[in-house]
């Protein structure tokens, strides 16, 4: 657990790390035990739903599905050793090149997607014609278009500071795409909306909250008692209901 959360933190967006809580442990207690553990604080995702099945019934098992959904490698992390890391950078470098099979005219269209020029990859798409660029250009649009979705989920649940760094990366890769830049500017118009100034102070208090206390202890009074005091400044905010879950969880007994 500590390596796969040095991992996540390391590699960022390049990698998502799920956690699958597999012994029938309620959800409140797991958490709180990762709380304590502190393997809490960063973007790993904690689930009780595989979404792959095990391959045996033994603990700890760990699988690492590639870009296209693939199973690479499924076992005990101890069978790996550094075959497991070299598999995650071999991923982590086809992610950022265009897909097998991509005509090699279309590669630099890839090429400048990859590095976040939208707007670049889509003249390169229009200058090469034909169905293959159109194809390419589609693709292009729906990964776009999921990560404006995402903004939206963000916004929608109150991670504002997430959101507005995401949409600054896009309004700046899509440019003069005037569909994708009017999905991302009604996202930005979310943002600077006046209804949503309590739950952007309440994030940038908890969030930095989470980020100075998630590697030392959590749950010391102080932490919890600042973490009651954001949930009370900002009632009705999705921020305040994380908040109100930290307290909450710093009262559950578990054990190491």
Known sequence: MPASTKLQEKLGDDVQVIFVESQGTPKDV?????????????????TTEPPISPKSNGLPEVALLGIDGEVIMQGHPGDFGKKF???????????????????????????LFNKGDVAGA??????????????????????TTAR?????????????SEAEKLLETLEKSVKAQADLATKVADQKAR????????????????????????????????????????????????????ADRFVALSKIAVSK
């Open 85 to 111: 890391e070299e598999a995650i950078a071999a991923e982590i470098k086809k992610g950022k090149e265009a897909p097998e099979g991509t005509p090699k005219e279309l590669k630099k269209a890839w090429q």
């Open 191 to 242: 943002l600077a909306a006046s209804e949503l100034a309590d739950e952007r102070e309440a994030d940038k208090a908890f969030t930095f909250l989470v980020g100075k206390i998630a590697k030392e202890k959590p749950f010391e009074d102080a932490n919890v008692k600042k973490a009651q005091q954001i949930a009370s400044k900002h009632p009705g905010t999705k921020t305040a209901a994380r």
């Open 122 to 143: 889509f003249a390169e798409c229009d200058k090469v014609g034909g169905d293959d660029a159109g194809k390419a250009r589609n693709e292009f649009v729906a990964r």
């Open 148 to 160: 404006v979705t995402r903004a939206k989920w963000l916004i929608d649940n109150g991670y504002v």
């Open 30 to 46: 797991y958490e709180a035990f990762a709380w304590k553990m502190k393997w809490m604080g960063n973007r790993a995702m904690w």
